[in-house]
């Protein structure tokens, strides 16, 4: 555990240096990465995370919202391992392992209609998904782990992501994944807490603001819209979630513009596929591998054809 007198990153070398043959070696540090939330669609970035390890680039810091802090902190707790380890956890998470009984979901109109009771303002039981984040990590508190890392969450009553740096882990991922409607909120120290990517869903200001000097982006949400109409309460507000999402991407995108060196992974998403939808998590993983792998290989050859020039 680090001392209150230990920063709680270190800057150590201006330059990363987190794996031989690292593409990225000659970026400054610390090279954080940013994952995004996107429900289901937080497969894809098992894939990237495999294929960015085995290319040697590791993070000296992780920033995380949603599932993308669920993902971040196994990735935090040990790198070299994490692709297996999440691997592990995500061939576990299906409806019912996450949001409980599936007739709860059918209900949901009827539960709405009638009140919410039993779980406060939720349609679902917040213990599935404790249970989940509890067997995905080992570690007590966010400071333990041995990368450094951020959780976002957003604060309910100001609206406001907030930067979960120290304390108890596992409320500190709840918190940063209670979506809301389906997960009750998190109260953390009085401060009640929803998803995280409500107010910063891939979270590169967050970043900048716990120090990041380079970052790379795990961005799991589609970079399309599905390009229909929905028909079901479940499908106008996926779409809804996705609209939010790709707003907030494209303000991302206007923050970042010539501040520090970004590599922004492509997304591999199929537009269609349901943030709710768990059926095609390999399929997810393997297409987050791939294009990862194949983005970082074009880098690495016009990052050594500049050199030749």
């Known amino acids: 555990m680090r001392s209150a007198a230990t920063p709680w990153y270190t800057l150590g070398s201006e330059m990363s240096d987190s794996g031989a043959g690292n593409p990225l070696a000659h970026w400054p540090r610390p090279l954080t990465f940013v994952l995004s939330g996107g429900g289901s669609y937080g497969a894809v970035q098992v894939g990237m995370i495999r294929a960015l390890v085995e290319a040697g680039v590791k993070p000296d810091l992780v920033v995380g919202s949603s599932i993308g802090a669920l993902n971040g902190a196994v990735l935090a707790a040990d790198s070299d391992n994490s692709a297996d380890r999440l691997m592990t956890v995500w061939e576990q998470i299906d409806r019912r392992t996450l949001y409980g009984a599936d007739s709860r979901l059918r209900a949901a109109w009827e539960v709405a209609r009638e009140g919410l009771t039993g779980q406060g303002a939720a349609l679902c039981s917040p213990k599935p998904l404790a249970r989940l ?177």
Not at 206 to 229: C, E, K, N, T
Not at 251 to 278: G, K, W, Y
Request: hydrophobic content about 45%.
């Open 133 to 309: 984040i509890e067997a995905a990590v080992d570690v007590d508190r966010i400071e333990e782990l041995p990368t450094p890392m951020v959780v976002v969450a957003t604060d309910l009553l100001v609206g406001q992501p907030k930067l979960l740096r120290q304390g108890p882990l596992a409320p500190a991922l709840l918190a940063s994944s209670a979506a809301p409607v389906v997960f009750p909120p998190v109260q953390i120290e009085g401060v009640i807490y929803v998803d995280g990517s409500v107010s910063a869903n891939v979270p590169v200001r967050q970043a900048l603001a716990a120090g990041a000097r380079s970052m790379i982006v795990l961005d799991a949400g589609p970079a399309h819209m599905p390009g229909f109409i929905p028909r079901t309460p479940w499908e106008a507000l996926h779409q809804a979630s996705r609209i939010m999402m790709n707003s907030q991407h494209a303000v991302a995108d206007e923050d970042l513009s010539n501040r520090h060196p970004i590599m922004r992974l492509p997304r591999p998403t199929p537009p269609a596929l349901s943030s709710f939808d768990f059926s095609q998590t390999r399929e997810l993983v393997e297409m987050g591998f791939n294009s990862t792998k194949q983005f970082l290989g074009d880098y690495e050859e016009l990052s050594d054809a500049g050199r030749r020039l």
